[in-house]
């Protein structure tokens, strides 16, 4: 029997009794309601998902993305993306090092970002009995609530440049660690611009569509008011008020709303020695030009 229990106050709900795999009408729509409801949802105990499966349940919920670094694709499978610090035997990387260690929304940088994400743990770190390599979420939602009206009206009609090719101060270094992005790869994410305050396309609530990862510069602004205006935005957004972190459990599904959230994955196992190994397997689904 299909249940669900709030995990965070902002946003974050866990979900159990539903097997993704035969998942379909009616279960499909308690499980996109809980979504929008709550932002990021947990699905426990998904063992005998099949990557097949996660492939066919992400369908239902929309056009399915293809990442930009399709090297990083599970073999045969170029709709799941690996984030991994394993490596094959020939010592090549199997995923994406460091993925998602900083606070983005998924593919912000795209004309058409992601509505939903969906990540599943196939192998998580664990160190004395504690398992490592949390992600974090906030709500955009609530910390655009959380405005005062003067800010409110200061950004209502801004819009910024969101970039994959232009590193921001959270994502120096990355090709370093990942790997570079070809001119080719580069050639097919060209800069896109966003709404500061987007509405979302189901909920209509407001929210705030900047983040540190990708957003690199607000329009029609001197270049100093965009940089400081946009370190105050990204530092209120992430503030612990709007967060819920994820304490990863084997066979977890975790699915977030783009829209309406960020996330940032904790990094605390990257530098242990011997090495201890993170690998998820994400399915994505496109959304609408955010407005």
């Known amino acids: 029997m299909l249940s669900v229990h709030r995990l965070g106050k902002a946003l974050g709900a866990e979900i159990t009794g539903m097997e993704l795999g035969a998942l379909n009408g009616g279960g499909l729509d308690s499980l996109k309601s809980a979504l929008y409801e709550h932002g990021v949802i947990c699905i426990r105990d998904q063992s005998r998902l099949t990557p097949e499966q996660q492939i066919a349940f992400t369908r239902k919920l929309g056009e399915l993305h293809q990442h930009v670094l399709g090297q990083y694709a599970l073999e045969g499978h170029p709709e799941i993306l690996v984030a991994s610090n394993e490596t094959d035997v020939a010592g090549n990387a199997i995923g994406i090092l460091d993925a998602g260690q900083y606070w983005h929304t998924d593919i912000s940088y795209e004309e058409r970002p992601l509505s939903f994400s969906l990540l599943r743990a196939i192998k998580l770190p664990e160190q004395d009995g504690t398992i490592l390599g949390d992600t974090q979420f906030v709500s955009t939602a609530a910390s655009y609530d959380a405005l005062d009206d003067a800010m409110k009206e200061r950004i209502g009609g801004l819009k910024a440049v969101h970039s994959y090719t232009t590193l921001t101060k959270a994502r120096q270094g990355r090709e370093k660690i990942r790997g570079k992005t070809s001119k080719a790869q580069k050639n097919t994410v060209p800069d896109s611009v966003h709404p500061v305050v987007r509405t979302h396309p189901d909920t209509k609530r407001k929210c705030l569509y900047v983040n540190e990862g990708f957003t690199v510069r607000i329009c029609d602004i001197p270049e100093d008011e965009s940089e400081a205006l946009l370190e105050e935005l990204f530092e209120h957004i992430k503030q612990p008020a709007f967060m819920y972190r994820h304490q990863w459990q084997p066979n977890d599904v975790v699915i977030w709303d783009n829209v309406q959230t960020?996330?940032?994955?904790?990094?605390?196992?990257?530098?242990?020695?011997?090495?201890?190994?993170r690998t998820m397997h994400r399915t994505a689904v496109k959304g609408s030009v955010p407005f």
């Not at 960020?262 to 190994?277: E, T």
Request: charged share 10%; hydrophobic share 25%.
């Open 262 to 277: 960020q996330h940032c994955a904790v990094g605390d196992y990257s530098h242990i020695d011997p090495p201890l190994y």
